[in-house]
């Protein structure tokens, strides 16, 4: 006897995951060459034993990432805090990126969830 499947289109899933190994902004994701990104929640998390300031940025045709595309500057972040950030980033089609930066090393993951249109997920 055959299981049926149902897919869903354009599920949220994990877009990108980062510790930052450095204090200088690193890239969480950039557009991938197909498909339409919806870049949809950024969870924070400080896994250091001290507070840390965190950004994020939001660059939509490239990979400046200072004050003038800061979504988050300097933000502290807490002993073991976690910060969401639940709203649409953005819509990518073709370029753009979200960059993140932390003043201590090591001490905070970044984590971006999102759907790709057009694709389709099956469940377990």
């Known amino acids: 006897m055959a299981s049926e499947q149902s897919s869903v289109t354009g599920a949220q899933r994990q877009l990108g995951q980062l510790r930052p190994t450095g204090t200088s902004a690193e890239t969480l994701f950039t557009v991938p060459y197909f498909g339409q990104v919806n870049a949809e929640v950024i969870n924070v ?11 994020i940025f939001h660059d939509v045709d490239g990979t400046t990432y200072d004050q003038t595309t800061a979504l ?53």
């Open 45 to 55: 998390c400080n896994v250091s034993a001290a507070a840390v300031d965190v950004s």
């Open 72 to 124: 988050l500057y300097t933000h502290t972040l807490a002993v073991g805090a976690v910060l969401q950030i639940d709203a649409p980033i953005g819509d990518y089609q073709n370029a753009g990126s979200i960059g993140v930066q932390v003043s201590i090393a090591n001490a905070a993951n970044f984590t971006l969830y999102g759907s790709v249109e057009g694709e389709t997920v099956v469940p377990i």
